[in-house]
């Protein structure tokens, strides 16, 4: 049987792994650092859009309150303007 030989000099092939590592190393960081700064450009995005979400909800809150405020207006007038014709027709009958 051989022995297994351990070396101590570098040869060629391990320049060779080492470069390729190097380079795969490398070529994750930069694949990570861009998708990092994608990944921080939609946050922000998504921020922006859920302000403008925010100032729509507040402009449709106020005017659905303004509506309410009329609607109730409205019933209150024709209230008013049924008993007014109730007592006209009581007096008419008298």
Avoid: H
Wanted: net charge positive; aromatic share 6%; glycine share 2%.
């Amino acid at each position: 049987m051989t022995k297994p030989e351990f070396s101590p000099a570098i040869t060629l092939g391990n320049v060779i792994q080492i470069a390729v590592l190097l380079v795969s190393v490398g070529a994750y960081y930069a694949s990570t650092a861009n998708s990092l700064e994608t990944i921080t450009l939609q946050i922000e995005q998504a921020r922006i859009d859920r302000r403008d979400m925010d100032i729509r909800m507040r402009l449709l809150e106020t005017q659905a309150a303004r509506t309410d405020e009329r609607f109730a207006s409205i019933l209150t007038f024709m209230a008013r303007s049924d008993a007014r014709q109730e007592r006209l027709e009581r007096e008419k009958k008298q």
